[in-house]
């Protein structure tokens, strides 16, 4: 039986969309089962990141509808046979998925899936709703901005609420090492002692996410950007391994302290 | 000279008049005699104004009685209600007071958009984190930190008050009274504690060690049973 993993953050435009791409391309590259669900229906993004926009023929809202079987919207990866992606409708009315129809998608695509992750909207309505209604963890992503904080913090209120397997884990995005430094930005720290959740990757603010974006190839394919390090790594921590976190500078910095914030279970 | 024994008896002290009101007789029968011994004891017109303490006994008054009684105090010029006493008070209000003056010790935090509201003293062992409230009719006393808003005394208890282990709040605020932070950054205190200074008028933070002065009494139970 596999699990489900919904990225989520409140805020919109924070990275829940790549990060949902990198996990799952790094979840494959360790030879994974992995089925992406993009849940942003509307507008979706999450094919046009991992470059599959041009196969999709059936989306989540015509599996839901019943026009076709869950396996024939399934999108096979141009790279990996076994990561998949379950795309979000483009027109249809937001209306169509229930939170029992994700319930149902879910539960089948675990029979085949060691994971299934699911890349939520940004708000806190129905859409986010039902992105969590199967899930059985969450991954919160920030930014080291207020506002972004703050969103988190009430997804996670919000998300204690749903009997999930475990609290939800915190991925710290778009870091800027000159702007940390001089207190431009909030201390990873201060972020993770105010949100009170277990870290489990922090990654750079980095221009090969955006190329790779662009070109329809998540960075976690590229072997040496730190970027990729970062999802790769938060990869290994989903698969339960003890993975320190990279010293994200070349001279060690003050990524050492943030150690001790790692919950890492077994 | 009286064959009736009095239900109203009179005493002066140096504050004013004291009257005691038989706890025996009828209602009415003691509203009619205290009628008649205020017009006869009715102050001149240029005598200072006399300050009445009413004692009940084991009476209780409902509240149309307690009008009824106070208006006629009122009504000869001079006098001044100073308190009514009563030495009983309703089994409901002595549940609701008691309801009131729990503490209730909650271990949690109170993420950005929830609201955590307590009857009586409020024990949060956790954060209010920004975007967070907590609302009490009594005390609020955080074991974490304070970054969010906190109401005490929020049914108009302006001896209420707010102790945290560190606060840095958005708002904190007692009864009808509101305070915000400042606009530029400033650091949070420590073990500090926000209450309403009447001088002031408005809400300070100070020291904890001051409220074993300005709020002798704690608990609001002890509080109201001695205001009455
Ligand atoms: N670590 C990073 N470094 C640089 N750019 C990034 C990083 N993470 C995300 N981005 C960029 O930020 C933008 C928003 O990212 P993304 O679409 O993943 O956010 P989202 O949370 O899914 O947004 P939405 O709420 O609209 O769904 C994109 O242009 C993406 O390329
Ligand atoms: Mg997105």
Redesign the interface.
């Known amino acids: 039986m596999g699990e489900a993993i919904v990225i989520t953050s409140g805020k919109g435009g924070v990275g829940k969309t790549t990060t949902s791409a990198n996990i799952g391309t790094a979840l494959a590259l360790m030879e994974k089962k992995v089925c992406l669900i993009d849940t942003d229906i509307g507008l979706r993004n999450l094919d046009v990141v991992m470059g599959l926009e041009n196969r999709i023929i059936y989306d989540i809202v015509d599996v839901i509808e019943e026009r076709c079987k869950l396996k024939q919207a399934l999108i096979k990866d141009k790279r990996f046979d076994y990561l998949t992606l379950l795309p979000a409708a483009q027109t249809s009315d937001k209306t169509a998925v229930t939170t029992d129809g994700m319930k149902k998608i879910i539960s089948e695509l675990k029979q085949e899936y060691d994971y299934i992750i699911i890349d939520c909207p940004a708000g806190i309505e129905q859409g986010f709703q039902n992105a969590i209604a199967g899930a059985d963890r969450a991954i919160v992503v920030t930014t080291p901005e207020?506002s972004s904080v703050?969103?988190a913090?009430?997804i996670?209120?919000?998300i204690?609420k749903e009997d999930m397997k475990e609290p939800p884990r915190l991925i710290i995005n778009r870091i800027r090492n000159h702007m940390m430094k001089s207190g431009d930005m909030i201390d990873i720290d201060d972020i993770v002692q105010?949100l009170?959740i277990d870290l489990i990757g922090v990654v750079i603010d980095d221009e090969e996410v955006i190329k790779a974006s662009n070109k329809g190839e998540p960075v976690a394919l590229h072997p040496n950007t730190k970027s990729s390090i970062a999802y790769r790594n938060i990869a290994r921590r989903i698969l339960g391994e003890t993975v320190p976190l990279q010293s994200l500078e070349d001279e060690k910095g003050m990524f050492q302290k943030v150690k001790k914030f790692f919950g890492i279970r077994a | 000279m009286q064959d009736k024994k009095q239900l109203i008896t009179i005493k002066g002290t140096r504050e004013g008049l004291t009257l005691f009101i038989d706890e025996l007789c009828s209602f009415n029968e003691a509203i009619k005699e205290l009628h008649d011994k205020i017009i006869k004891n009715k102050p001149k017109k240029d005598d200072p104004i006399v300050s009445v303490r009413i004692k009940l006994g084991n009476r209780y008054l409902e509240d149309d009685q307690d009008k009824q009684l106070t208006e006629i105090i009122n009504q000869a010029n001079g006098f001044k209600i100073d308190s009514i006493e009563s030495e009983v008070i309703r089994k409901e209000d002595a549940l609701k007071w008691k309801e009131d003056s729990k503490i209730k010790a909650i271990n949690r935090?109170v993420?950005?958009?929830?609201v955590l509201e307590v009857k009586g003293d409020l024990l949060l062992i956790g954060?209010v984190?920004?975007?967070?409230k907590v609302v009490s009719t009594g005390n609020i006393y955080i074991m974490g930190n304070l970054?969010g808003i906190a109401h005490a005394g929020v049914d108009g208890d302006r001896n209420a008050c707010i102790v945290a282990s560190y606060m840095k709040p958005t708002q904190l605020r007692i009864a009808d009274y509101i305070s915000r932070a400042p606009d530029y950054e400033s650091d949070g205190v420590y073990m500090e504690c926000g209450l309403v200074d009447e001088g002031q008028d408005k809400i300070i933070i100070d020291r904890l060690q001051v409220l074993s002065n300005k709020r002798k009494e704690l608990s609001r139970f002890e509080r109201r049973v001695q205001n009455g």
């Open positions: 207020k703050r969103d913090d009430r996670i209120g919000l204690e105010l009170s | 935090i993420r950005s958009g929830q954060d984190n920004p975007g967070g970054y």
